[in-house]
């Protein structure tokens, strides 16, 4: 099960942090991911961490904007947004993949959880 939580509304050019609890069954050996929906378009591939931490990857618009990181002691995955736009509005969902590799693609993920909502005003 993955609960995710600190949306908000924010300013342009604002920042958030996006955390997601998660099962011990579920994460320690699991890649984890965040995605967005926004509203009329297709979810799409925000942030990808494997299981160590080591290993990340990032959609190129969030590149040096975003920071996605892991606590394994706490079963929790976290997305820093920073310098966060209008076009960040949208729901934000983390997602545990099927294997432990940091993964970008939806279909390689097993599980999700609720979403959160972020929203950016101008």
């Known amino acids: 099960q993955l609960q995710a939580s600190g949306g908000g509304l924010v300013q342009a050019g604002g920042s958030l942090t996006l955390s997601c609890a998660a099962s011990g069954r579920i994460f320690s050996n699991n890649g984890m991911g965040w995605f967005r929906r926004a509203p009329g378009k297709e979810r799409e591939f925000v942030a990808a961490i494997n299981w160590r931490g080591g290993v990340t990857d990032y959609a190129d618009s969030m590149k040096g904007r975003f920071t996605i990181s892991r606590d394994n002691a706490k079963n929790t995955v976290a997305l820093q947004m920073n310098s966060l736009k209008p076009d960040d509005t949208a729901v934000y969902y983390c997602?545990?993949?099927?294997?432990?590799?940091?993964?970008?693609?939806?279909?390689?993920?097993?599980?999700w959880g609720q979403g959160t909502q972020v929203t950016v005003s101008s």
């Open positions: 997602a545990a993949a099927r294997s432990s590799f940091s993964a970008t693609t939806a279909r390689d993920y097993a599980y």
